[in-house]
């Protein structure tokens, strides 16, 4: 259906900042829910946020809301995830999700909702 490709990913500083893009292709974002989760190594996979289809909603985890957020141009068919003050328990391989839904103000925050991953990009937060 639509393939994900994540990109943004790579070394920074703590405090910095990085912008994290999904770009998609093959078929438009339009009709699914996105969402970022990330894993750090021997981790199991976490959410990070959420966002609907229409963008009006998103859900983030309680402990990124004061740092990250996340927007979508479905125009471009592509979400961003920027994140600011960066912690070194930041570091992860970061995925962009997709699941389809009928409503446009759901939001998506398990990883069963999800039906679509990326490959995931890395990022690595040095102290």
């Known amino acids: 259906q639509v393939q994900l490709v994540e990109s943004g990913g790579g070394l920074a500083q703590a405090g910095g900042s990085l912008r994290l893009s999904c770009a998609a292709s093959g078929r438009t974002l339009s009709n699914y829910a996105m969402g970022w989760f990330r894993q750090a190594p021997g981790k199991e996979r976490e959410f990070v946020v959420g966002?609907?289809?229409?963008?009006?909603?998103?859900y983030y985890a309680d402990s990124l809301k004061d740092r990250f957020t996340i927007s979508r141009d479905n125009a471009r068919n592509t979400v961003y995830l920027q994140m600011n003050s960066l912690k070194p328990e930041d570091t992860a391989v970061y995925y962009c999700a997709a699941g389809r839904v009928v409503w446009a103000s759901v939001v998506l925050t398990t990883i069963s909702e999800y039906e679509l991953w990326g490959q995931g990009t890395r990022v690595t937060v040095s102290s």
């Open positions: 966002i609907s289809r229409d963008g009006g909603g998103t």
